[in-house]
């Protein structure tokens, strides 16, 4: 199970740190990340950080947004900086590797402006 936190109700221009924790088995993880699912639209990869440390962005949130992970974990973090009111969505954390995908339940980022 992922469990996100963090999320929360901030001014354009603010910033956010979102956690996600793992708890229980899970089956050969390779990378974790972060996406997100605003009104309306489809989810859509924020960060992704893979076992080895290579992180790649969504164009949206480059040099915005920072992944990190605690590889001795299932733990992945993102640091968000400027936030701009398009960032509002519901941001779901993610583990994937040789089998299925793990997903939490979504914190609520909503950036005001």
């Known amino acids: 199970q992922l469990m996100e936190s963090g999320g929360g109700l901030v001014q354009a221009g603010g910033s956010l740190r979102l956690s996600c924790a793992g708890s229980g088995t899970f089956f050969s993880v390779t990378a974790m990340g972060w996406y997100r699912q605003a009104p309306g639209k489809g989810r859509e990869m924020v960060a992704r950080?893979?076992?080895?440390?290579?992180?790649n962005y969504a164009e949206p949130v480059k040099d915005r947004f920072t992944i990190s992970r605690d590889n001795g974990k299932i733990a992945v973090y993102l640091q968000m900086n400027s936030l701009k009111p398009e960032d509002t969505a519901v941001y779901y954390c993610?583990?994937?590797?040789?089998?299925?995908?793990?997903w939490g339940q979504g914190t609520q980022v909503t950036v005001s402006s």
């Open positions: 993610n583990a994937a590797g040789e089998g299925p995908d793990y």
């Open positions: 950080i893979t076992n080895r440390g290579v992180a």
